[in-house]
């Protein structure tokens, strides 16, 4: 059984509910998902303590704090053995700039999401860490023309799905 599968539906409503709006009162949470406030707010509590609830944060606009530049670029190592992509993973941790970093399998290494102030910011970032992270070859870089979707709300599947 997968962890979702683990949870009833009651759960899974609340996961939809929180992740859509992570400051809801526990009173709302409750009438959104027909239960009253003390089981409710004990079943929160489960999923915060079980890790499917791992933290709640503010969703903050790029543009308004200078941070409008996006970016995707790819990264090819010169070495994919064990040491060196510890070394790379653990390098692109220090960099604020970069928002995701995902090993891939294919063509390339690493997919980095970056987000700054503009082209000039990115082209300092680019020259001054990212090609300085450990074993990176070679960079190819994604500025992006139009944001047209972003979320990081996740389906939860329905108890009988």
Do not use: W
């Amino acid at each position: 059984m997968g962890k979702l599968e683990a949870l009833d539906q009651k759960d899974r409503d609340i996961l939809r509910v929180i992740q859509a709006k992570g400051r809801i009162p526990i009173v709302d949470l409750a009438e959104a998902v027909n239960l009253t406030k003390s089981p409710c707010l004990q079943r929160l509590r489960r999923l915060e303590r079980l890790g499917y609830i791992t933290g709640y944060r503010a969703v903050l606009d790029p543009h308004k704090i200078d941070q409008g530049y996006l970016v995707y670029v790819q990264i090819k190592l010169d070495n994919t053995g064990r040491k060196a992509l510890e070394s790379f993973n653990k390098a692109v941790q220090r960099v604020p700039e970069i928002l995701a970093c995902h090993m891939l399998s294919g063509g390339y290494d690493y997919l980095l999401k970056i987000r700054c102030a503009n082209m000039k910011a990115f082209r300092e970032l680019l020259g001054d860490a990212i090609a300085d992270l450990p074993h990176v070859n070679q960079t190819i870089s994604f500025p992006v023309m139009e944001e047209v979707k972003e979320t990081t709300l996740m389906v939860i599947q329905d108890a009988d799905d």
